[in-house]
């Protein structure tokens, strides 16, 4: 039955949840109903935090086929739990679904998730997904998604739209004719409303989750426990303290809510006009769209309610909410391909894959381009929460929580300091029962010791530094939107850099041409824009192959394009609508070369002229246009001459990609060698290829043909070399970085040489390193993956594999120190395709590859998030910096992202710089470091202060005394609360070290320092509280007391005293309480000064002014009281007179302490590092992060880095030791 039970949803996906089914237990309910009744609400608060115990609690194990709740955890490191209730979604109200409609329904393919089989059998129909005798659904919904039962699975699973499981042919032979009404009624019940709701909650509701945080509930806890006490100044204090936390706490959740409620309200109701299955046009709400809707995009643009693929026209859209690019992009209708020339019939569509043609949800349509009497259509794929947009908001609104080794730590002290605690509670009440202290009083005393050993005031005092830091990064322009992340990047030691805007200028600059004649390179030309080239192929092709538009007048598109198409100069014209009539709906953009550049007649001689005559208007009509895509990694169009009778195809992308798809006898034979020579010197280049169409293409069949009938047997034309320059800042910051033993990485869409170039240029990869190519091949015909090894510099240098020196392999450095094993002198690079193959094929060899790889070109927006989760894989803290573009999944995954565009795809990323420079990260890590180091300060200190209170009270309790409530209040507010507001505000220090900030709160130095600093305290008070009583003029104190006048204290009568001890209930004036009070006092800022550490990560101390300016108010105000007793303040502070000599003691014994104090912080400091790990393990230390491991192994091993010209193959059998081996090819 388990089995049954337990079930995966979403399996292999990010949120992947395993699922357990419950019903409700009577029974059950009612004992736990009795517990929340004799604990007085504290059995309820527990289960409300314990989402797994509530269920438990109250309900029995079910089939999940049958049950009411279920009980979700995620499978992820963190294993969350949350329960969701079973809901059931009645059809019968529906007017349409009679059983004989259902199954004619279900016939049409009309689905809860619209997935359709090839052969049209076994469709997933709502019968799968419920019992078509009840028509009713069970679903239940978590994080905004709604999980339907499905019966085929024997689970639940969330309901997919037309982006899965649907081939193109079926998108237009199925769903282009839209939907009946009946049908949308149908569909609208299962869908929902297509809207991506963010409710703003009400303050009162925010409220409560707030106040029903564990924290506040034990402030609640100690504040009642106070007042019982009469303890009420500090309970106040507490009080203020708790609501201005809970008050400014709210007001940034809400702030967040209405922004994000307001960045999707935008496009949330638009009125939207739909084509029915009569072909009648009907104007609704965006809010009733579903998937399999036909709507109709207007001409003057609009803001995308939805995804949809196009299906007619073609639309000039603005993606910068999903990209970070503000650049307009071109979509084109989805290929049909039951009319293309060659059917690929079996492609299902996938929004990813074909992007191009998809309208994504808040992206805004600019403008469409129609021709005559077709209207612009897009089919709805996805609606409400699985859009594009809706998947960035959930993204959002439901984090993963950060897991970060300070806040484990933290945890785990507080369970120590509650153990602490657990002992002086038993202790309290062991002593005040053998000294025959009332109930109550046990009560009260022992209870009260648990708030002095864990303070209230913890979370408060941890969360200014990192306050601090986000006021400090947001005056350099840097804003944060989850501050628990500045503490994270404090231990950044590697991050990935994108390279196009981020490294480099973002534009890039036309340097020059090389053009191909006779399947031979001509020499490299600079000026594109002259009359002898004006008619060739060549400029046609700059002319024509772009996706550039006019928007309002002004040209605009991609800028490369733009760059190209202005170093030709010329003019662009998008014909209108009544012109598009005249021309035959052939020519709706028009591209002509300026009046200047044409000859005023045709020479005859001229090579560089075609040789048929042309009109003396020249211009070219574009037909088609097949935009760029990323994946195929070139783009093309289809053009005409005006008056000419064949059509020309148009081709460019990378060099690689299009001189493969040209005929091979019009490609150069030194086109590698050309190619390499300007990648190496960090040149980007782009082909350029042509070819005739044949006359019989018409306008029709060109608008249906698909791209591989077009993009093949094309000839040759040249290269365009792109110049992009290096961001003046970048060498300097990789430095920086460098010389702090941050390793830095490159994840470039660009070309893998151009990128090593860039690389060495900007000195990540400096220029005695050896960069060694992975060059990965799937499977194919039989034969196992494998990978190629090559040297980068050795390629064009050898002619011959047996010529390269031996020197050429990189030599193995043995460091001291493990930090450097990462700085070795071999780099890897590699392309998107072979990071994909390595990851498949050969997973033993991924962690090795992380640790030297540097150069990721040619990488996919997902396969950067795969990068950072392969390097975090290692233990390595990852930032990544990009311009947002293409890196939101890199920038969301990493550590630490920081998106370099303002645009509202960084709501994403944890981090947006104003400064589009990278100058940002090693300020962030300077911040984050000294985050960090404050974090470590404050809870060192406020663990001090604990136990120097929880000391001071035990010591007392021993004598049936206490501190006085004037006397805790002074302690708890004017020194702890001033001290830890004010040693939080130290700056970081001014530049990135070598020297990195332990992680963790367990660790060897640390923990030393805070026994250490333990030790002494107790020992000192002690000191104290024992010598005091060993004095001549001692006595057990009474008010008619006069130590300072010792002469008449020692004949009092002692049958008088116990009358008159009465008056001071608690026993709280006495000689030890005085003696305690002033040397904890004093206690409390020798270690503040201590622990207060400045460099390397912060400012010193004396430049934290406010600190200084406290601690020395502090310190002189309390040895005045102590010296020259003011009769005023002694009798608030229940402070007795005691001898002056006794005071000078104290004095003495004060100075000792902080002298001994600062001495074994210091020493710590400077030789815990490299004392401690060596006494706490004799033995050769094994390093923690698994890169560090790594390192020391690959230093030993003899096949590792790979040699030159050697390939490594996938083993095909079963894994022995280790998948692959190497073959060195000869």
């Known amino acids: 039955m388990d089995k049954e039970e337990r079930k995966i949803i979403n399996q292999g996906q990010e949120d992947e949840m395993e699922i357990y089914g419950y019903n409700l237990?009577?029974?059950?309910?009612?004992?736990?109903?009795?517990?929340?009744?004799?604990?007085?609400?504290?059995?309820?608060?527990?289960?409300?935090?314990?989402?797994?115990?509530?269920?438990?609690?109250?309900?029995?194990?079910?089939?999940?086929?049958?049950?009411?709740?279920?009980?979700?955890?995620?499978?992820?490191?963190?294993?969350?739990?949350?329960?969701?209730?079973?809901?059931?979604?009645?059809?019968?109200?529906?007017?349409?679904?009679?059983?004989?409609?259902?199954?004619?329904?279900?016939?049409?393919?009309?689905?809860?998730?619209?997935?359709?089989?090839?052969?049209?059998?076994?469709?997933?129909?709502?019968?799968?997904?419920?019992?078509?005798?009840?028509?009713?659904?069970?679903?239940?919904?978590?994080?905004?998604?709604?999980?339907?039962?499905?019966?085929?699975?024997?689970?639940?699973?969330?309901?997919?739209?037309?982006?899965?499981?649907?081939?193109c042919t079926s998108i237009y032979e199925k769903h282009s004719a839209g939907l009946t009404?009946?049908?949308?009624?149908?569909?609208?019940?299962?869908?929902?409303?297509?809207?991506?709701?963010?409710?703003?909650?009400?303050?009162?509701?925010?409220?409560?989750?707030?106040?029903?945080?564990?924290?506040?509930?034990?402030?609640?806890?100690?504040?009642?426990?106070?007042?019982?006490?009469?303890?009420?100044?500090?309970?106040?204090?507490?009080?203020?303290?708790?609501?201005?936390?809970?008050?400014?706490?709210?007001?940034?959740?809400?702030?967040?809510?209405?922004?994000?409620?307001?960045?999707?309200?935008?496009?949330?109701?638009?009125?939207?006009?739909?084509?029915?299955?009569?072909?009648?046009?009907?104007?609704?709400?965006?809010?009733?769209?579903?998937?399999?809707?036909?709507?109709?995009?207007?001409?003057?643009?609009?803001?995308?309610?939805?995804?949809?693929?196009?299906?007619?026209?073609?639309?000039?859209?603005?993606?910068?909410?999903?990209?970070?690019?503000?650049?307009?992009?071109?979509?084109?209708?989805?290929?049909?391909?039951?009319?293309?020339?060659?059917?690929?019939?079996?492609?299902?569509?996938?929004?990813?894959?074909?992007?191009?043609?998809?309208?994504?949800?808040?992206?805004?349509?600019?403008?469409?381009?129609?021709?005559?009497?077709?209207?612009?259509?897009?089919?709805?794929?996805?609606?409400g929460f699985s859009t594009s947009k809706g998947q960035l908001v959930r993204s959002i609104l439901y984090p993963k929580p950060t897991d970060f080794k300070l806040y484990r730590d933290a945890y785990l002290f507080l369970l120590c300091l509650v153990a602490v605690a657990g002992i002086g509670f038993i202790y309290t009440i062991i002593n005040s029962i053998l000294n025959e202290v009332q109930v109550g009083v046990i009560i009260i005393e022992s209870l009260d010791i648990i708030t002095i050993t864990v303070p209230p005031a913890l979370p408060a005092a941890m969360t200014a530094g990192i306050v601090y830091a986000q006021r400090r990064l947001k005056k350099i322009g840097i804003f944060c939107i989850s501050p628990q992340r500045i503490n994270i990047c404090g231990q950044l030691n590697l991050v990935c850099f994108d390279k196009t805007g981020t490294l480099t200028e973002d534009g890039l600059d036309l340097w020059g041409i090389q053009r191909v004649?006779?399947?031979?390179?001509?020499?490299?030309?600079?000026?594109?824009?002259?009359?002898?080239?004006?008619?060739?192929?060549?400029?046609?092709?700059?002319?024509?192959?772009?996706?550039?538009?006019?928007?309002?007048?002004?040209?605009?598109?991609?800028?490369?394009?733009?760059?190209?198409?202005?170093?030709?100069?010329?003019?662009?014209?998008?014909?209108?609508?009544?012109?598009?009539?005249?021309?035959?709906?052939?020519?709706?953009?028009?591209?002509?070369?300026?009046?200047?550049?044409?000859?005023?007649?045709?020479?005859?001689?001229?090579?560089?002229?075609?040789?048929?005559?042309?009109?003396?208007?020249?211009?070219?009509?574009?037909?088609?246009?097949?935009?760029?895509?990323?994946?195929?990694?070139?783009?093309?169009?289809?053009?005409?001459?005006?008056?000419?009778?064949?059509?020309?195809?148009?081709?460019?992308?990378?060099?690689?990609?299009?001189?493969?798809?040209?005929?091979?006898?019009?490609?150069?034979?030194?086109?590698?060698?050309?190619?390499?020579?300007?990648t190496k010197q960090g040149f980007r280049v782009i082909a350029l290829a042509h070819r005739k169409l044949e006359s019989k293409l018409t306008w029709h069949k060109v608008q249906n043909i698909s791209r591989d009938a077009i993009e093949n047997n094309m000839d040759f034309m040249g290269l365009i070399i792109m110049q992009n320059k290096l961001k003046q800042e970048t060498p300097a910051v990789l430095e920086d970085l460098h010389k702090a033993n941050i390793r830095t990485v490159m994840v470039t869409g660009d070309n893998m040489l151009t990128a090593v170039s860039v690389a060495r240029d900007c000195g990540m990869i400096l220029p005695q390193d050896k960069v060694i190519i992975a060059e990965a091949l799937p499977p194919k015909d039989g034969k196992v993956a494998k990978i190629n090894w090559h040297y980068a510099d050795s390629l064009t240098q050898c002619s011959h594999p047996s010529a390269i020196a031996s020197e050429a392999i990189p030599v193995k450095l043995v460091h001291d120190s493990l930090e450097d094993l990462q700085m070795t002198r071999y780099h890897f690079a590699m392309n998107g395709k072979s990071f994909s193959v390595i990851l498949e094929h050969f997973q033993d060899l991924v962690p090795k590859l992380m640790l030297h790889g540097t150069v990721f070109a040619r990488m996919a927006p997902d396969q950067k998030t795969q990068l950072i989760e392969a390097l975090q894989n290692v233990d390595y803290f990852v930032g990544m910096c990009g311009d947002g573009a293409n890196d939101c999944g890199a920038l969301k995954r990493a550590h630490g992202g920081i998106s370099l565009s303002e645009l509202e795809a960084s709501v994403a990323s944890p981090f947006t710089s104003k400064t589009p420079s990278i100058s940002c990260v090693?300020?962030?890590?300077?911040?984050?470091?000294?985050?960090?180091?404050?974090?470590?300060?404050?809870?060192?200190?406020?663990?001090?202060y604990s136990i120097i209170q929880y000391f001071s009270v035990t010591l007392l309790y021993s004598i049936l005394s206490n501190l006085g409530d004037f006397q805790f209040l002074f302690i708890d507010l004017a020194i702890i609360l001033v001290v830890v507001f004010t040693m939080s505000l130290n700056p970081a220090w001014k530049e990135l070290v070598?020297?990195?900030?332990?992680?963790?709160?367990?660790?060897?130095?640390?923990?030393?320092?805070?026994?250490?600093?333990?030790?002494?305290?107790?020992?000192?008070?002690?000191?104290?509280?024992?010598?005091?009583?060993?004095?001549?003029?001692?006595?057990?104190?009474?008010?008619?007391?006069?130590?300072?006048n010792t002469t008449g204290s020692l004949l009092w009568n002692s049958s008088h005293l116990d009358n008159e001890t009465e008056l001071d209930e608690h026993n709280i004036q006495n000689y030890e309480n005085t003696t305690v009070f002033f040397i904890s006092s004093f206690q409390y800022l020798i270690v503040a000064i201590a622990f207060s550490k400045g460099k390397p990560f912060r400012q010193p101390c004396y430049k934290n002014y406010f600190f200084v300016f406290s601690v020395i108010f502090l310190y002189v105000f309390i040895l005045f009281i102590m010296l020259y007793p003011v009769a005023s303040v002694d009798q608030v502070l229940q402070i007795v007179c005691v001898p002056y000599q006794w005071r000078v003691t104290m004095l003495i014994i004060v100075l000792v302490n902080a002298f001994v104090s600062i001495t074994v912080e210091e020493s710590v400091d400077r030789w815990g590092k490299c004392c401690l790990p060596w006494a706490l393990s004799c033995g050769k230390k094994i390093p923690k992060a698994k890169y560090m491991y790594l390192a020391q192994e690959l230093l030993v091993d003899p096949e590792w880095p790979p040699k030159p010209q050697t390939t490594t193959e996938a083993k095909g059998l079963v894994k022995e030791n280790g998948s692959c081996q190497i073959i060195t090819i000869t």
């Open 517 to 678: 004649e006779n399947a031979r390179f001509l020499s490299p030309e600079e000026n594109v824009c002259n009359e002898m080239l004006v008619k060739s192929q060549f400029v046609a092709c700059l002319a024509t192959c772009h996706s550039l538009t006019k928007i309002e007048g002004v040209l605009s598109g991609d800028p490369l394009d733009l760059k190209m198409f202005e170093a030709i100069g010329w003019i662009l014209e998008e014909a209108t609508e009544e012109e598009t009539a005249l021309h035959n709906r052939i020519m709706p953009t028009v591209v002509r070369p300026p009046k200047q550049l044409l000859p005023e007649s045709t020479p005859a001689g001229n090579q560089e002229m075609e040789l048929f005559e042309l009109p003396a208007i020249y211009e070219i009509g574009i037909v088609r246009q097949f935009p760029f895509s990323s994946a195929l990694q070139r783009m093309s169009v289809v053009a005409r001459v005006l008056g000419d009778k064949k059509m020309d195809a148009y081709m460019k992308g990378a060099p690689e990609v299009i001189a493969s798809l040209c005929k091979p006898e019009t490609v150069p034979v030194d086109f590698q060698n050309v190619l390499e020579d300007f």
């Open 994 to 1044: 070598a020297q990195r900030p332990p992680s963790g709160l367990i660790s060897g130095a640390l923990l030393f320092s805070v026994l250490s600093q333990i030790i002494i305290c107790i020992g000192f008070q002690s000191l104290g509280f024992f010598w005091v009583k060993q004095q001549p003029w001692y006595e057990v104190w009474h008010p008619k007391s006069d130590a300072c």
């Open 922 to 944: 090693p300020n962030l890590i300077r911040e984050g470091r000294a985050a960090l180091i404050t974090s470590f300060c404050v809870f060192k200190f406020m663990a001090l």
């Open 181 to 383: 009404k009946g049908m949308h009624a149908y569909r609208k019940l299962l869908y929902g409303v297509n809207e991506i709701a963010v409710k703003v909650p009400s303050v009162f509701k925010l409220l409560i989750k707030e106040v029903l945080n564990p924290f506040y509930i034990f402030q609640l806890f100690s504040v009642i426990l106070w007042s019982t006490d009469e303890y009420y100044y500090y309970a106040l204090a507490i009080v203020v303290m708790s609501i201005v936390s809970i008050v400014s706490s709210l007001y940034s959740i809400r702030k967040q809510y209405v922004m994000l409620h307001d960045m999707v309200a935008t496009h949330s109701t638009v009125r939207v006009s739909v084509c029915r299955g009569n072909e009648e046009i009907e104007e609704i709400f965006s809010t009733d769209l579903v998937p399999g809707d036909v709507m109709v995009i207007p001409l003057n643009g609009t803001i995308m309610p939805c995804d949809a693929v196009l299906i007619n026209g073609t639309c000039i859209v603005n993606e910068s909410m999903l990209t970070g690019e503000s650049v307009p992009v071109t979509k084109t209708n989805l290929p049909n391909p039951s009319v293309a020339v060659k059917g690929i019939g079996d492609e299902l569509y996938n929004p990813e894959t074909h992007k191009r043609h998809t309208l994504f949800c808040g992206t805004t349509v600019i403008q469409t381009r129609f021709y005559t009497g077709e209207l612009v259509k897009a089919i709805v794929v996805r609606t």
């Open 25 to 167: 237990s009577r029974w059950k309910l009612a004992i736990v109903s009795l517990g929340v009744i004799c604990t007085g609400g504290f059995l309820l608060l527990l289960l409300y935090w314990m989402p797994e115990w509530r269920v438990k609690a109250t309900c029995v194990r079910a089939a999940i086929k049958d049950c009411d709740v279920v009980l979700l955890r995620t499978t992820d490191e963190f294993k969350m739990w949350f329960c969701a209730k079973i809901r059931v979604l009645s059809l019968e109200t529906h007017p349409v679904s009679s059983p004989k409609s259902m199954s004619n329904k279900l016939s049409n393919g009309h689905a809860v998730c619209l997935i359709e089989n090839p052969t049209g059998e076994n469709r997933h129909g709502i019968s799968k997904y419920s019992q078509a005798e009840s028509q009713q659904i069970r679903y239940f919904t978590h994080h905004s998604v709604k999980y339907f039962w499905n019966d085929t699975i024997h689970n639940f699973d969330f309901l997919k739209g037309l982006d899965e499981g649907v081939s």
